[in-house]
């Protein structure tokens, strides 16, 4: 029998929204769809998936605000300053969680890429280390 595994905890920039994953993510990735791009400003978001039964929002903000971003998804944020948390398909058990809004990210290199004809030309260079620009 293994050892339980500690709670993963997060947040928002300014930390008024927070949350505890109480089970073991799973899925660590990266996506460069256009929605993410455009989500995030950045050309791709790190994410993990966690068992939708298994996160607790617990900060003083509550729960994310939702955007739908499309006709099968929605994303959630940070009311109070727009920091970018979580996404969820319609119908799913699981919530896309963005790994950069883990307390620890570190722990969860992704290990696939979605979307990566969706990239600027210059990151995939930049992510294998040419830093020539």
Known sequence: MGRPMASLTGGCLCGRLRYAIEAEPSNPHYCSCRQC???SGAPAVAWIDAPLA????????GEPAWYRSS?????GFCPECGGTVCALDDGSTLLGITTASLDEPERFRPVKWSFPESA???LPALLA???RG
């Open 54 to 61: 298994a996160v607790r929002f617990d900060g003083a903000g």
């Open 37 to 39: 791009q455009r989500w």
């Open 71 to 75: 006709a099968h998804a929605r994303r």
């Open 129 to 131: 280390g040419d830093k």
């Open 120 to 122: 600027p030309a210059w």
